[in-house]
């Protein structure tokens, strides 16, 4: 009899009431129903969460990846990591520029390095010296989402997420992210940070949205885990109580999470977030806002 296996995603935190999302959420839509089917096939997690974000940079319908906006100075700068919940391998890239899938970039890092966070210019050495593919032009590559979807007096922010748990009852987590709009250069969110913006461990897997600084500040993906393992919380309660302590800082977002046992969370305190969640009893869900 195959194992269970759950996989939630997430296009980003704080969506425009008004905005129509129904491309967004097409795309999350075929994505769940193709990351379903592998994880049903005995494909791992660390393999699904990896494809998924990676179809979700290329696609430009979110701040991440082919969506992403430029920083102060002009340039874009993005941050991925993944993590493999069974061995807590790691790998993270930050203020990374010219490569096509930041997430491949991270998992270059984690499987191809002794090191866990790479940045900037050693990054990008590294990304070429494995062969990775590269934006020959980024003024005609990145298409960064309509400024005028921005919401007035709040920086636009945009992140995407995959976590899963597969058949073997192993979790991953891959979040990426070209972070806010005019960003200061150099400047690392939560993304790439392991235990703010994604973690995975034997608990649960989880992937962040928001404003970064905040996650960091509260060290919220750990946090979830942390809830589990002293606490002995469920898994949404341990969700919702990171998320709260994001918010006491004055921070806001979102996270999904998976757990050894199956359960899936979608949380957030921002105005939405794009998501979707399917698993191996049949659970299929889009959405953006309430």
């Not at 990846?65 to 807590?88: F, K, S």
């Not at 970039?105 to 050495?125: D, H, Q, S, Y």
């Not at 597969?166 to 972070?179: E, I, K, L």
Request: hydrophobic share 45%.
């Amino acid at each position: 009899m195959a194992g269970k296996w759950a996989l939630v995603l997430h296009g980003g935190a704080g969506p425009i009431f008004g905005q129509d999302y129904a491309a967004q959420e097409k795309h999350l839509a075929g994505l769940l129903k193709e990351g379903g089917q592998r994880l049903a096939s005995g494909d791992a997690a660390l393999d699904v969460v990896e494809a998924m974000v990676a179809a979700m940079e290329d696609s430009g319908l979110y701040l991440a990846g082919r969506g992403a906006a430029p920083n102060l100075n002009g340039d874009y700068e993005l941050d991925a990591a993944i993590m493999d919940g069974r061995t807590r391998n790691a790998g993270a890239v930050g203020a990374l520029q010219g490569v096509l899938s930041p997430i491949a970039a991270a998992r270059m890092v984690m499987e191809r390095t002794p090191n866990v966070l790479i940045v900037g210019e050693g990054a990008r050495r590294l990304a070429d010296a494995a062969g990775l593919a590269t934006v020959d032009d980024p003024e005609v590559y990145y298409k960064p989402i309509d400024e005028r979807t921005r919401q007035v007096g709040a920086p636009e922010m945009g992140t995407v997420g995959a976590v899963a748990l597969d058949q073997y009852g192993d979790m991953s987590a891959a979040t990426s992210t070209a972070g806010i709009m005019n960003k200061t250069p150099g400047r690392l969110g939560d993304t790439p940070v392991i235990g703010a913006g994604t973690w995975a461990d034997e608990r649960c897997a989880i992937s962040c949205t928001g404003l970064g600084e905040y996650f960091i500040r509260a060290n919220a993906a750990a946090d979830v885990s942390a809830r589990i393992r002293y606490g002995g919380a469920r898994l949404e309660p341990a969700v919702q109580g990171a998320l709260d302590d994001v918010k006491r800082l004055g921070g806001e977002g979102g996270m999904i999470a998976v757990s050894a046992s199956g359960e899936m969370s979608a949380l957030f305190n921002s105005g939405g977030m794009k998501r979707g969640l399917t698993d191996s009893s049949g659970r299929f869900e889009v959405a953006t806002f309430l």
